[in-house]
Protein backbone atom coordinates (compact mmCIF):
# COMPACT_ATOMS: atom_id res chain seq x y z
CA UNK A 1 0.00 0.00 0.00
CA UNK A 2 3.05 2.39 1.05
CA UNK A 3 4.46 1.37 -2.34
CA UNK A 4 1.33 2.29 -4.28
CA UNK A 5 1.00 5.63 -2.62
CA UNK A 6 4.57 6.88 -4.25
CA UNK A 7 3.55 5.53 -7.23
CA UNK A 8 0.63 7.61 -7.27
CA UNK A 9 2.31 10.70 -5.87
CA UNK A 10 0.37 10.74 -2.38
CA UNK A 11 1.17 9.57 1.12
CA UNK A 12 -1.38 6.96 2.45
CA UNK A 13 -4.53 8.21 3.63
CA UNK A 14 -4.42 11.29 2.61
CA UNK A 15 -6.20 12.33 -0.91
CA UNK A 16 -3.63 13.43 -3.72
CA UNK A 17 -2.65 16.84 -4.15
CA UNK A 18 -4.11 16.83 -8.17
CA UNK A 19 -7.14 15.47 -6.81
CA UNK A 20 -7.98 18.76 -4.50
CA UNK A 21 -6.31 20.48 -7.63
CA UNK A 22 -9.14 19.33 -10.21
CA UNK A 23 -11.92 21.07 -9.44
CA UNK A 24 -10.70 24.44 -9.05
CA UNK A 25 -8.69 24.36 -12.60
CA UNK A 26 -12.54 22.73 -13.96
CA UNK A 27 -13.78 26.06 -12.80
CA UNK A 28 -10.88 27.90 -14.28
CA UNK A 29 -11.88 26.52 -17.43
CA UNK A 30 -15.42 27.37 -17.63
CA UNK A 31 -14.44 30.96 -16.68
CA UNK A 32 -12.23 31.31 -19.51
CA UNK A 33 -14.72 29.10 -21.95
CA UNK A 34 -17.76 31.58 -20.93
CA UNK A 35 -15.88 34.83 -21.84
CA UNK A 36 -13.70 33.57 -24.98
CA UNK A 37 -15.16 34.59 -28.58
CA UNK A 38 -17.16 31.20 -30.21
CA UNK A 39 -14.59 30.77 -33.14
CA UNK A 40 -11.91 29.24 -31.25
CA UNK A 41 -12.68 26.51 -28.20
CA UNK A 42 -9.80 25.08 -26.30
CA UNK A 43 -10.99 21.25 -25.80
CA UNK A 44 -9.34 18.10 -24.55
CA UNK A 45 -7.55 17.74 -28.67
CA UNK A 46 -6.50 21.03 -28.76
CA UNK A 47 -8.28 24.12 -30.05
CA UNK A 48 -11.29 23.65 -31.99
CA UNK A 49 -12.74 25.98 -34.97
CA UNK A 50 -16.20 25.57 -35.70
CA UNK A 51 -16.65 24.41 -39.71
CA UNK A 52 -17.89 27.68 -41.46
CA UNK A 53 -19.59 27.38 -45.28
CA UNK A 54 -17.31 30.22 -46.41
CA UNK A 55 -13.76 29.21 -45.00
CA UNK A 56 -10.74 29.40 -47.18
CA UNK A 57 -9.57 25.86 -48.26
CA UNK A 58 -5.93 25.36 -46.51
CA UNK A 59 -4.70 22.80 -48.66
CA UNK A 60 -5.20 22.69 -52.38
CA UNK A 61 -7.71 19.90 -53.32
CA UNK A 62 -7.45 19.76 -57.19
CA UNK A 63 -4.57 19.06 -59.65
CA UNK A 64 -3.56 17.41 -62.35
CA UNK A 65 -2.19 14.88 -60.53
CA UNK A 66 -4.95 14.51 -58.07
CA UNK A 67 -6.73 13.79 -61.34
CA UNK A 68 -4.27 11.60 -62.59
CA UNK A 69 -4.47 9.53 -59.20
CA UNK A 70 -8.02 9.47 -58.85
CA UNK A 71 -8.96 8.80 -63.02
CA UNK A 72 -6.48 6.95 -64.21
CA UNK A 73 -3.77 5.08 -61.62
CA UNK A 74 -6.00 2.79 -60.64
CA UNK A 75 -5.35 0.70 -64.04
CA UNK A 76 -2.36 2.47 -65.02
CA UNK A 77 -0.56 2.82 -61.75
CA UNK A 78 0.82 5.66 -59.90
CA UNK A 79 3.97 5.31 -61.93
CA UNK A 80 2.27 4.71 -64.90
CA UNK A 81 3.93 0.92 -65.25
CA UNK A 82 0.39 -0.61 -66.00
CA UNK A 83 -0.30 -4.22 -65.78
CA UNK A 84 0.71 -7.30 -67.60
CA UNK A 85 -1.97 -9.68 -66.25
CA UNK A 86 -4.45 -6.79 -66.77
CA UNK A 87 -3.55 -5.85 -69.87
CA UNK A 88 -2.56 -2.13 -68.85
CA UNK A 89 0.35 -0.61 -71.48
CA UNK A 90 3.18 0.80 -69.90
CA UNK A 91 3.21 4.64 -70.08
CA UNK A 92 6.72 5.71 -69.28
CA UNK A 93 7.79 5.37 -72.85
CA UNK A 94 4.38 7.51 -73.95
CA UNK A 95 6.16 9.83 -75.74
CA UNK A 96 7.56 7.49 -78.39
CA UNK A 97 4.26 7.27 -79.71
CA UNK A 98 4.33 11.17 -81.13
CA UNK A 99 7.47 9.77 -83.46
CA UNK A 100 4.91 8.16 -84.79
CA UNK A 101 2.06 9.40 -87.70
CA UNK A 102 -1.59 9.53 -85.92
CA UNK A 103 0.70 8.83 -82.62
CA UNK A 104 -0.82 11.91 -81.27
CA UNK A 105 -4.10 11.55 -81.87
CA UNK A 106 -4.32 8.33 -80.54
CA UNK A 107 -3.25 9.44 -77.10
CA UNK A 108 -6.46 11.59 -76.47
CA UNK A 109 -8.56 8.88 -78.11
CA UNK A 110 -7.47 5.68 -76.22
CA UNK A 111 -11.22 4.75 -74.13
CA UNK A 112 -9.36 5.34 -70.57
CA UNK A 113 -9.24 8.73 -71.44
CA UNK A 114 -12.27 9.80 -74.06
CA UNK A 115 -14.47 7.51 -71.68
CA UNK A 116 -13.25 9.19 -68.36
CA UNK A 117 -15.92 12.05 -67.90
CA UNK A 118 -13.39 14.49 -68.33
CA UNK A 119 -13.85 18.17 -69.96
CA UNK A 120 -11.82 18.72 -72.78
CA UNK A 121 -9.82 21.13 -71.08
CA UNK A 122 -9.16 18.37 -68.78
CA UNK A 123 -8.35 15.39 -71.11
CA UNK A 124 -5.52 18.14 -72.15
CA UNK A 125 -3.89 18.53 -68.69
CA UNK A 126 -3.95 14.97 -67.62
CA UNK A 127 -2.16 13.88 -70.73
CA UNK A 128 -0.01 17.00 -70.83
CA UNK A 129 0.82 15.97 -67.07
CA UNK A 130 1.64 12.34 -67.65
CA UNK A 131 4.18 13.70 -70.69
CA UNK A 132 6.05 15.57 -68.66
CA UNK A 133 5.86 13.83 -65.75
CA UNK A 134 5.56 10.00 -65.95
CA UNK A 135 6.75 9.94 -69.89
CA UNK A 136 9.28 12.60 -69.02
CA UNK A 137 12.47 11.71 -71.45
CA UNK A 138 10.40 9.90 -74.43
CA UNK A 139 8.71 13.37 -75.36
CA UNK A 140 10.41 14.67 -78.67
CA UNK A 141 11.48 18.06 -78.38
CA UNK A 142 9.45 19.56 -80.76
CA UNK A 143 6.15 18.58 -78.94
CA UNK A 144 3.72 20.73 -78.16
CA UNK A 145 1.12 20.57 -75.25
CA UNK A 146 -2.13 19.25 -76.33
CA UNK A 147 -5.18 22.43 -75.68
CA UNK A 148 -9.43 21.98 -75.23
CA UNK A 149 -9.53 22.84 -79.05
CA UNK A 150 -7.79 19.86 -80.27
CA UNK A 151 -9.26 17.53 -77.68
CA UNK A 152 -12.70 18.75 -78.79
CA UNK A 153 -11.55 17.95 -82.47
CA UNK A 154 -10.15 14.49 -81.87
CA UNK A 155 -13.82 13.80 -79.94
CA UNK A 156 -15.41 14.41 -83.19
CA UNK A 157 -13.96 11.30 -84.61
CA UNK A 158 -13.56 8.32 -82.20
CA UNK A 159 -11.73 5.29 -81.67
CA UNK A 160 -13.73 2.13 -83.79
CA UNK A 161 -11.42 -0.35 -83.00
CA UNK A 162 -8.34 0.36 -80.45
CA UNK A 163 -6.71 -2.72 -80.48
CA UNK A 164 -6.58 -2.17 -84.38
CA UNK A 165 -5.19 1.37 -83.98
CA UNK A 166 -2.84 0.49 -81.68
CA UNK A 167 -1.60 -2.74 -83.27
CA UNK A 168 -1.26 -0.50 -86.16
CA UNK A 169 1.44 1.84 -84.34
CA UNK A 170 3.04 -0.50 -82.92
CA UNK A 171 3.89 -1.83 -86.41
CA UNK A 172 4.26 1.68 -87.80
CA UNK A 173 6.67 1.83 -85.14
CA UNK A 174 8.09 -1.79 -85.71
CA UNK A 175 8.88 -0.42 -89.12
CA UNK A 176 10.67 2.94 -88.14
CA UNK A 177 13.15 1.22 -85.10
CA UNK A 178 10.77 2.99 -82.71
CA UNK A 179 10.23 0.21 -80.04
CA UNK A 180 6.18 1.48 -78.42
CA UNK A 181 5.73 -1.58 -76.01
CA UNK A 182 8.28 -1.87 -73.25
CA UNK A 183 8.54 -5.72 -74.10
CA UNK A 184 9.82 -5.09 -77.20
CA UNK A 185 12.65 -2.61 -75.59
CA UNK A 186 15.88 -4.28 -74.06
CA UNK A 187 15.32 -3.42 -70.70
CA UNK A 188 11.70 -4.89 -70.40
CA UNK A 189 10.14 -4.01 -66.98
CA UNK A 190 9.69 -6.73 -64.69
C1 LIG B 1 -10.31 0.90 -66.57
C2 LIG B 1 -8.87 0.97 -66.69
C3 LIG B 1 -8.25 2.21 -67.28
C4 LIG B 1 -8.42 3.51 -66.85
C5 LIG B 1 -9.26 4.03 -65.69
C6 LIG B 1 -7.60 4.32 -67.71
N1 LIG B 1 -6.96 3.54 -68.62
FE1 LIG B 1 -5.70 4.18 -70.03
N2 LIG B 1 -5.60 2.32 -70.82
C7 LIG B 1 -6.20 1.19 -70.30
C8 LIG B 1 -5.99 0.06 -71.19
C9 LIG B 1 -6.47 -1.36 -70.97
C10 LIG B 1 -5.25 0.55 -72.28
C11 LIG B 1 -4.81 -0.23 -73.54
C12 LIG B 1 -5.67 0.20 -74.70
C13 LIG B 1 -7.07 -0.20 -74.50
O1 LIG B 1 -7.36 -1.40 -74.47
O2 LIG B 1 -7.89 0.72 -74.31
C14 LIG B 1 -5.02 1.97 -72.01
C15 LIG B 1 -4.32 2.81 -72.85
C16 LIG B 1 -4.01 4.11 -72.57
C17 LIG B 1 -3.16 4.95 -73.38
C18 LIG B 1 -2.45 4.51 -74.65
C19 LIG B 1 -1.14 3.86 -74.26
C20 LIG B 1 -0.79 2.69 -75.11
O3 LIG B 1 0.37 2.22 -74.97
O4 LIG B 1 -1.62 2.18 -75.86
C21 LIG B 1 -3.12 6.18 -72.79
C22 LIG B 1 -2.36 7.41 -73.27
C23 LIG B 1 -3.93 6.09 -71.61
N3 LIG B 1 -4.47 4.85 -71.51
C24 LIG B 1 -4.12 7.14 -70.75
C25 LIG B 1 -5.04 7.11 -69.71
C26 LIG B 1 -5.35 8.26 -68.89
C27 LIG B 1 -4.69 9.63 -69.04
C28 LIG B 1 -6.31 7.87 -68.03
C29 LIG B 1 -7.02 8.71 -66.99
C30 LIG B 1 -7.76 9.83 -67.50
C31 LIG B 1 -6.59 6.45 -68.28
N4 LIG B 1 -5.80 6.04 -69.32
C32 LIG B 1 -7.49 5.69 -67.58
C33 LIG B 1 -6.90 1.14 -69.11
C34 LIG B 1 -7.33 2.25 -68.40
Given at each position: ???????????????????????????????????????????????????????????????????????????????????RVGQVPDMRQLGRFLQLEGGREFL???????????????????????????????????????????????????????????????????????????????????
Amino acid sequence: MKGLARIVGAPAGRPAAGAVRRPALTACLAAAWAIAPVAAQTTVLGKQVPARPDAPAVVQTTSVRATYIVRCAGCHGLDGAGSRVGQVPDMRQLGRFLQLEGGREFLIKVPGVMGSGLSDREVAEVTNWVLDTIAAGSVPAEHRPYDAAEVARARAHPLVDVAAARAGLLAQGRARGIAIDAEERPAARP
